[in-house]
C-alpha cells in the first residue's frame, strides 16, 4: 500500500482525526456557552418586556444602517481615487486607511475622546479662545458621534473591497460609453455600477453586520441614552443581573448575525458581471485635469480630517498636560511631559486593586501568543481536514463558521454562565479570542492549501520522503505566509477584542483595552493621560502588526 504524503497522514497514522481538536474546542467553548444562554431563558427569574427587547433591536437595525449608509457614501469616492489613479503617497495613505480598521475599538473612541470630547483638543482651544468656561462642543453621547466612529472604523472595507473590484474592471468600457455620447454621470449609472454591484453588496454587508455587532463604540461614544443588542446584554447581564432579559436579547443577536452572515457569504459568491484583466498600463493613471487633481485632493484631506487627526490628537494628548489632576492643589504646570507614561509604572495612591498598566499589555501580548498558537492549530488542521469537497466537510465548515456569526458580547455572556466555577482560570480570555480567531485562520490558510498540486507531495514521497519531511520541507514552505498573515490576523483581533473580555478577564487581569476603559471611566487629568498613553502604545503594537503584513505581501 503506498503512504499518502504530508500532515494528514502524519496525524490520521496516529489515531486521530484532523477535526477532532477544532471540533472538540467548538462544541466546549461554543456550544455549551451558547446552550447555557438558552437554559437561562427557560428560568423564571428576571423580567422580560417586548418593550425591553424591541426598542434595543429597532435601534440596532437604525444605527446599522444609517452607519452603512453614510460609510458607503464616504467609502465609493475614495475606493474610486484609489483604483483609477496613482499620485505620491497613495501607498502610505491606504496604510493609513487600515489602521483604524483593525484598532480596538476603545481606542477608537479615546481618539475621538481627545479630539472632540469634554477635555479634547477642540473644546479646550474654543474655551481658551473664547474665553468660555464649559465646553462649547457637545460630541460625545451624541448619534452623530456613533455615526462618524463607525464610518472612521468601517471605510476601509469600502476602500479595499470595492477597489479592488473597480481596479479589475476593463478601463474600455467606459471610454466607450463617453465616446458613444454619455456623460461621466451616466457612464457610472449604466455601466460601472452594474459591474459593481457585487462587490458594494458584499462591503455594505460586512459594513453592516461590524456596525451591527458594535460594542465599544456605542457603550463609549453613545453612552447610556443609546441601547444597542449589545450594550443591552451587557448592562443587563452586569448592571441588572437579568440574566433572562440578557439570554433572549443573546439568542436574538445570534439569529440577526447569522443571517447577515448568510446573505454576505450569498453575495459573495459568483458576479454577475465578470471582471476582465487589466492591460500592461492600463486601469490606473497620473490625474491629468484639474478637476482630478482637485478630486484627488479631497480625498486626501478627508482621509487626513476622518482617520489621522483623531488618532494624531490621542498621541499628542498622551505627551501633553492641560488640566489639573483630580484633588491637585496650586498651578497647574501645563505643557509636554512624559509624566502619563512614568506614571504607567506607579501604584501612586497605594490599592490593592491596582494593576500596573505595563502588566496589563503584558497581558495582552501573552493572551496574543496563546491564542495564535491555539487558532493556528486548529485552522491548519480543519483546512487539512476540509480540503476535499464533500457533503460531511461543507456541514463542518458551517459548524466551523459559527461562531463569526456570534457577537463578542454573547459569547462572552456565555462564558460566564457556562464557566462560572472556572472563572479564575487564566486560559478562558485566550480561549474564547481562539474561537473567534479560528475560521479567520481557517479562511487565510485553505486556499492555499487547496491550490497546492498534489504532485508534488507525490514527489517528495517517491523519493522517500516520510509525511512528516514532506508536511515540513514541502507543504510547510507552501503555506507560510498565508500561516504568517493568519497569525497576524489572530494576534490583532486577541490584542483588540473588548466585547467579550470585559466579561472574563478577571479584576488583576485586565487585557490594555479593558484597562483603558477603566481609566477612561475614572476622574482626573492623570487616570485620563494614561488612558491616552496605553491607547497610543496600543497604535503602535497595531501599527507594527500592520507593517508584518506589508512586509509579507511584498514577499
Request: hydrophobic letters at 55%; charged letters at 10%.
Amino acid at each position: 500500500m503506498s503512504r499518502l504524503p504530508g500532515l494528514r497522514q502524519a496525524i490520521s497514522s496516529s489515531g486521530v482525526s484532523l477535526w477532532l481538536f477544532p471540533l472538540v474546542l467548538l462544541v466546549i467553548f461554543f456550544f455549551i456557552p451558547m446552550g447555557s444562554i438558552l437554559g437561562v431563558m427557560a428560568a423564571r427569574q428576571g423580567v422580560v418586556t417586548t418593550r425591553d427587547v424591541l426598542q434595543p433591536l429597532g435601534f440596532t437595525f437604525f444605527q446599522a444602517f444609517v452607519s452603512t449608509l453614510l460609510t458607503l457614501t464616504a467609502g465609493l469616492p475614495v475606493a474610486y481615487v484609489f483604483a483609477r489613479f496613482d499620485f505620491p503617497g497613495k501607498a502610505l495613505l491606504r496604510t493609513l486607511t487600515l489602521l483604524p480598521f483593525i484598532l480596538p475599538t476603545v481606542v477608537v473612541a479615546a481618539a475621538f475622546n481627545a479630539l472632540l470630547g469634554p477635555r479634547g483638543w477642540v473644546n479646550l482651544g474654543l474655551m481658551q479662545l473664547l474665553g468660555l468656561q464649559s465646553p462649547p462642543v457637545t460630541f460625545l453621547n451624541t448619534f452623530p458621534a456613533i455615526l462618524v466612529a463607525h464610518v472612521f472604523y468601517n471605510i476601509s472595507i469600502i476602500i479595499r473591497v470595492v477597489g479592488a473590484s473597480w481596479s479589475q474592471l476593463d478601463p474600455r468600457l467606459g471610454y466607450s460609453a463617453q465616446v458613444l455620447g454619455a456623460s461621466p454621470w451616466k457612464t457610472f449609472i449604466h455601466v460601472t455600477l452594474p459591474m459593481l454591484r457585487r462587490g458594494i453588496l458584499s462591503a455594505a454587508l460586512l459594513v453592516f453586520f461590524f456596525d451591527f455587532t458594535s460594542f465599544g463604540v456605542i457603550l463609549l461614544l453613545g453612552g447610556p441614552r443609546f441601547s444597542t443588542l449589545e450594550t443591552s446584554i451587557y448592562y443587563q447581564a452586569v448592571s441588572m443581573f437579568n440574566l433572562r432579559l440578557a439570554g433572549v436579547l443573546s439568542v436574538i443577536q445570534l439569529l440577526c448575525t447569522l443571517g447577515i452572515s448568510w446573505l454576505y457569504a450569498s453575495s459573495s459568491g459568483n458576479r454577475d458581471v465578470p471582471f476582465f484583466p487589466r492591460l500592461q498600463g492600463e486601469g490606473t493613471r497620473r490625474p491629468r485635469s484639474r478637476r482630478e487633481k482637485w478630486v484627488i485632493l479631497a480625498v486626501i484631506v478627508f482621509i487626513m480630517l476622518l482617520q489621522v487627526l483623531p488618532l494624531a490628537a490621542l498621541v499628542g494628548r498622551s505627551f501633553t498636560r492641560l488640566e489639573a489632576d483630580l484633588g491637585q492643589r496650586g498651578e497647574v504646570n501645563a505643557g509636554l511631559t512624559l509624566d502619563f507614561y512614568r506614571e504607567l509604572f506607579v501604584n501612586r495612591q497605594g490599592s490593592i486593586f491596582y494593576v500596573p498598566p505595563v502588566r496589563a499589555a503584558l497581558n495582552s501580548l501573552v493572551y496574543g501568543v496563546i491564542t495564535v498558537l491555539i487558532s493556528l492549530a486548529a485552522g491548519l488542521l480543519l483546512a487539512y481536514a476540509l480540503r476535499v469537497r464533500t457533503r460531511r466537510n461543507r456541514w463542518l465548515e458551517v459548524l466551523v463558521m459559527l461562531p463569526f456569526g456570534a457577537s463578542a458580547v454573547t459569547l462572552g455572556l456565555g462564558f460566564i454562565l457556562a464557566f462560572d466555577k472556572f472563572a479564575t482560570f487564566p486560559l478562558l480570555v485566550p480561549l474564547a479570542h481562539s474561537l473567534v480567531a479560528m475560521p479567520f485562520v481557517y479562511r487565510t490558510i485553505q486556499p492555499a492549501l487547496s491550490s497546492m498540486p498534489e504532485s508534488l507531495r507525490q514527489s517528495a514521497a517517491v523519493l522517500g520522503a516520510s509525511p512528516r519531511q514532506v508536511f515540513r520541507s514541502v507543504e510547510l514552505k507552501l503555506i507560510q505566509r498565508p500561516l504568517g498573515v493568519a497569525a497576524i490576523f489572530a494576534f490583532m483581533l486577541s490584542l483588540g477584542e473588548f466585547g467579550a473580555t470585559t466579561f472574563i478577564a478577571r479584576p488583576d487581569r485586565p487585557t490594555l483595552p479593558v484597562a483603558i476603559f477603566r481609566y477612561l471611566s475614572q476622574p482626573g487629568a492623570m487616570n485620563y493621560g494614561q488612558a491616552m498613553a496605553m491607547a497610543t502604545l496600543l497604535i503602535l503594537l497595531c501599527g507594527g502588526c500592520i507593517w508584518a503584513l506589508e512586509r509579507l505581501n511584498r514577499v
